[in-house]
């Protein structure tokens, strides 16, 4: 395609579950960048892929939170056993890598229920 | 984790007035990058800005860049309803190859008729 895509657009889940979010970015980008937004608020980093750089994964608030990037394309962001707290839009971005911005998904919705 | 602070948090204001949002940080970037992002979507850049004391004008929206490159506002002038949305500070800091990009905390305009 030729934007971001994440999936699904929503998802509730009863706390205690796993959740998988799915990213699939432009194609040729080499950053790939996953964050958190609650309601009117800004970005939280969670965390920053670059290349095959090491992630840089200083953002996951818990060890809960885990994401892979496969193949340099798609990325996987998992939480397991989810808490309330956790209710969120995370957003998924890519870019070049450069001084350019970044190109943004349209989110996930997640509820904890 | 470079954090990076914006004032107002909110605005509210009439159409036709004029507005500075202001990005903060103790921190460096090498460059900064502002977006704008309506409900239910993803941000969206509006411009980067990579020099110390750049200024780029798009259509009535000024952005500067502070002279050390740690700081940056967004003007806009005669603002119209199709301005509203949540505003976006972003710096970029080069790590891994690439630019991870931490987020402000978000100025949410409301421009009324």
């Known amino acids: 395609g030729a934007g971001v895509s994440q999936s699904p657009s929503n998802k509730v889940t009863e706390k205690g579950k796993d959740v998988e979010l799915r990213c699939d970015p432009i194609?040729?980008?080499?950053?790939l960048y996953w964050y958190r937004q609650s309601l009117g608020q800004g970005l939280e980093f969670l965390i920053y892929?670059?290349?095959?750089?090491?992630?840089?994964k200083s953002g996951l608030p818990s060890d809960r939170f885990s994401a892979e990037r496969t193949g340099g394309s798609v990325s996987t962001l998992t939480i397991q056993r989810t808490q309330q707290e956790d209710s969120a839009v995370y957003l998924c971005a890519s870019s070049l890598g450069g001084a350019g911005g970044a190109f943004f998904g349209q989110g996930t919705r997640l509820t904890v229920v | 984790t470079q954090l990076l602070e914006q004032s107002p948090q909110f605005l509210s204001i009439q159409e036709g007035e004029n507005l500075t949002v202001y990005c903060n940080s103790s921190s460096v970037f090498s460059s900064l990058q502002w977006y704008r992002q309506e409900p239910g979507e993803g941000p969206v850049l509006l411009v980067t800005?990579?020099?110390?004391?750049e200024v780029k004008k798009l259509k009535r929206l000024t952005f500067q860049f502070g002279d050390a490159r740690k700081d940056s506002s967004l003007h806009i002038t005669a603002a119209q309803p199709g301005d509203t949305g949540l505003y976006l500070c972003a710096g970029a800091e080069l790590t891994g190859g690439g630019n991870k990009l931490t987020f402000g905390t978000g100025t949410q305009l409301k421009v009324e008729l």
């Open positions: 892929f670059q290349g095959n750089s090491a992630p840089d």
């Open positions: 194609s040729g980008h080499t950053a």
């Open positions: 800005v990579v020099t110390g004391g």
